[in-house]
């Protein structure tokens, strides 16, 4: 089956049908943006523009195949759950690890 996620009119809530029936609330810190993660692997990134229209973009690719029609965001995959969660830029793009040297004996000895 599949998700919908639809914002409230009027209100900074999310309404989820379809697999999963609730209403999220959208929580708000100091920047405006906001992640919807899902049971597939799915990350949403999710923001409020100045005539408070809900706007998506996706973040992470999961299991399902993602469609956005204005403001509503549709997850088309079996869902478990759905969570809501203040935007944090190390879930979105996490660190680079270290480049490990190729040679590392190589590397002792030259030094």
Known sequence: MCVSIRPIPDSVRL?????????LTVPYET?????VGLSDGTLLLGWY??????????ARDGAGIVRFDGDLARVEW??????VATFDPR?????????????????RWAA
């Not at 309404?15 to 209403?23: C, I, W």
């Not at 920047?31 to 992640?35: A, I, M, N, Y």
């Not at 523009?49 to 996706?58: A, G, H, I, Q, T």
């Not at 079996?78 to 969570?83: A, N, Q, S």
Request: charged share 40%.
């Open 78 to 83: 079996r869902v478990e759950w759905v969570t």
């Open 49 to 58: 523009d100045d005539d408070m229209r809900c706007r998506w973009e996706v």
């Open 15 to 23: 309404r989820v049908a379809g697999d999963v029936e609730t209403v």
């Open 31 to 35: 920047d405006e943006r906001f992640l």
């Open 91 to 107: 879930v979105v793009e996490p660190d680079v690890p270290p480049a490990l040297p190729l040679f590392p004996d190589l590397d």
